[in-house]
């Protein structure tokens, strides 16, 4: 239960305005953190067994809430970054922010 509500909390932390302040200090993350396997930046795709976070923000499934959720876990063979709250929030507004918008 207090699980359900810190992913609701991380939700709506994730819907909050600035949206594109927190893409930006996302982009940082995902560069600094996630580009070692991710293709990180808008339109960039790839074939193999890793998604590309452009990929990733096209999938229908992806919703901030779906990767505050992921996020959160240990995914191996992800290593666990302990993202705090905020960075988690940022880094998922980053990624919708890649989503083709038509
Ligand atoms: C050591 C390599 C590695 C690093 C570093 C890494 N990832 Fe991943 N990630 C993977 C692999 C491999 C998969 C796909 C396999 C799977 O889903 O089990 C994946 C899957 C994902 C998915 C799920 C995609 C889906 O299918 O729903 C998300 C979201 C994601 N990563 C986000 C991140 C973020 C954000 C970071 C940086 C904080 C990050 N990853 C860093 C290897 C990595």
């Not at 930006?24 to 998604?51: F, M, Y």
């Amino acid at each position: 239960m207090r699980g359900m509500l810190l992913i609701l909390a991380i939700g709506v932390a994730a819907a909050l305005p600035a949206q594109a302040q927190d893409a930006a200090a996302g982009a940082r993350i995902a560069k600094r953190w996630c580009s070692a396997c991710h293709l990180v930046g808008a339109q960039e795709t790839a074939n193999d067994a890793v998604p590309s976070f452009y990929a990733i923000a096209q999938m229908p499934s992806t919703t901030s809430k779906s990767l505050a959720l992921f996020l959160s876990r240990n995914h191996r063979p992800m290593p666990d970054f302990a993202l705090t709250r905020t960075e988690t929030a940022d880094v998922s507004a980053y990624i919708l922010s890649l989503r083709a918008t038509q």
